[in-house]
Every structure is written in C-alpha cells, then in structure tokens.
C-alpha cells in the first residue's frame, strides 16, 4: 500500500464513518405529540420504550391548560394527541378535531373504555380517593365524597384548584351520578370546608395533611406509592392513609386518560405504532408498573403496590367498586361546573 494512502486511510474511514451517521440521523422518523401531560412523569416511561423500539423520536407540546383550543387552532400541528383527562378528547372528537381508529385495532380493550365512535380509546385510569392523615382521621370517619360537604369537615380540607381538568372532571361527574342540585350541594359544601385557597398540584396536598394544615384531601391513587418510592416525600406517605369512597354506595370516580389521532397523515404509521404499542399487552404492563395506574385490558392485575393500598380497605386484588360515568354523559357538564366554582368563589382565599 503507498504510503500517502496509508496516512489518509484513517482520516477517510473517519469521514465515511461519520457521512453515514449524519445519513442515518438524518433519515430519522419523528413523530410529534401534543399533551396536557407537562410533568410527562406517567408519560416519558411509555415514550423512551417506544423511541427504543422503533428506533424514531418523539417531539412534543407540551401544555397544562389550553389543549383543544390548541388542537383547534393548529390541527396538523401533531400527530398524535395523549391527555390527562378523556373528556378532552371527548370534546374534540365533538368539534371534529380527531380522526377515526379501526375497531379491529382497539379490540383487547373494555369496551367501556373505547369511544363507540372509534376517535380515541382510553389508555388508563385511576381513581380521585380521599388521603387522610392517620393519626387524626379513622377510616370509621370517612364513607362518600356527599360525607365531605358536611359540617363535621369545616376547615379540614385542602384541594388543588377547583378549575383544574382533574377537579372539573371529578365535579362533571358528581353532576352525572348525583344530578344537578344534589352536586351543587355538594360542591358548595366541599367549598365550604375548605382549610386553605387551592393551590397547587395533588402532592402539595399530602405535604399540607402531614404538615397539620389540613386532614384530608381529594388525590389521584398513584401518588401515594410515587411518593413512598420518593426519600424527600416518603413521610408525606407514611403519615396518610387512603379510602375509596362510596364502596357501599354507587363507588368511586376514576380519571381516564386517553389517546386519539390528530388530522395530520404524513406519520400517521408512526402514529398507529405508538398507539398499537401503548394499549398492547407490553405498553400496559409499563403503565402498570411505571406509573402506578390501571390498566384497560380486563385481564391486566393491578400493580402490586396498588393491590397493598386497597388492602388497607379491605378490598381483593387491587379491584375497586367504580362509579364509571361514560363520557357522553359529561357533555355540557364542565361548563356547567365552571359556573359554579366561579359563582360560589371555590378558588377564594379563605
């Protein structure tokens, strides 16, 4: 070999080696997201499997409020469009926003939780359950959400903003289940009770009972194990206990999320493969591990941790007696609610 060709072999490796790197990263598939998951905790676990799978990225816009009027503005913004709160899919499939999935694709998952026009299913949900402090509340004390609009709960209290998609939501359904006088009622009296202004997100919450500021709050169930596995939070945890309400009565709420297609096509493939991905077996089983929810498919156990809260309650399995509202049934309820909470000052300083 010339000697010339030996000394510029390695440096034309080098170049050919990174020609073809910047090719492939080039060549990369990105499938953009739109969320009202902005912590992206019980998210980014679903999202890192996918990108190892598949080998594409995930880009996303993230945001707490604002995510129909978002989808209406921009509708081929994103491809793919995951929330919090299934009614606001439920919403936007009303406004026309989504694009409908096969039936075929969704058929592992309850039927409940599948729109019955086929524009987004339901990924997961958890259930909106009383945290109570241990050392100054029984379990006798406690039965139903009713129960906590009752003067025996003055000033004990404390809530996260009542105009938040998850207390709009929980509050929808007590306009569901308890019809419209009775959930103002209700409402009203929660309101009523409070120890403190709502501020914050559910673990400001927890911290408030443990630090004595209030004795009871309204939380999703995954924060408790999520703050047990957490050092800083741990004794938040340790100090509280969980009740599912009503498990003699109609049962308890649970929050859905969900999952629906925007009108966008270009990665419409990648879009279906996220989607395939999260309510397969796989997917569901990193949901149930990873972020402490319940899984959609009917034959997915409840994470083990979750199998312990409801032991506290006496409760098999993890399996908890369940209000379920269809999300038909909340049209037209959130505004409903929205006047309400502005109408009796919910969110005011106390």
Known sequence: MHRL????????????????AGNALAQ????????????????????DAFEAKTGAKVEGVFMDQ????????????????????AELLDIAAQRGLLDPISADRLAAVAPEFRDPAGR???????????????????????????????????GRICMRSGSHDYNLAL??????????????????????????????????????IYEGKCDVALINTYYHPMMAGNP?????????????????????????????LTKATANRDLALQLLDFIISRDGQKLMVDRTRQYSVLPDMPANPLMVKLGAEQGLVDGRFKIDF?????????????IKLINEIRFDAER
């Open 5 to 20: 060709t030996r000394l510029l072999l390695p440096t034309l490796t080098a170049a050919i080696t990174l020609a073809l």
């Open 232 to 260: 800083e939070q741990k004794p938040w945890a340790d100090a509280l206990g969980v009740y599912f309400p009503s498990q003699a009565g109609k049962g308890t709420f649970i929050m859905r999320s969900a999952v629906g």
């Open 66 to 85: 604002g995510l129909v009027n978002r989808l209406e503005s921009r509708p081929t913004e994103a491809d793919i469009v995951i929330t919090k709160d």
């Open 325 to 337: 509202i269809p999300l038909a049934q909340m049209a037209g309820k959130r505004d409903e609610v």
């Open 28 to 47: 990369q598939r990105v499938l953009r997201l739109i969320s009202d998951r902005t912590d992206q905790g019980t998210l980014r676990p679903m999202l």
């Open 120 to 154: 987004f299913v339901v990924d997961a949900y958890r259930a909106r359950i009383i945290f109570y402090a241990k050392d100054r509340v029984k379990p006798a004390d406690l039965s139903s959400y009713e129960d906590l609009a009752l003067p025996k709960w003055k």
């Open 171 to 208: 509050f929808g359904m007590f306009y569901a289940s308890f019809g419209e006088a009775k959930a103002r009622a209700v409402i009203s009296g929660i309101g009523a009770n409070l120890a403190r202004a709502p501020k914050g997100n559910d673990r400001e919450q927890a911290r408030a």
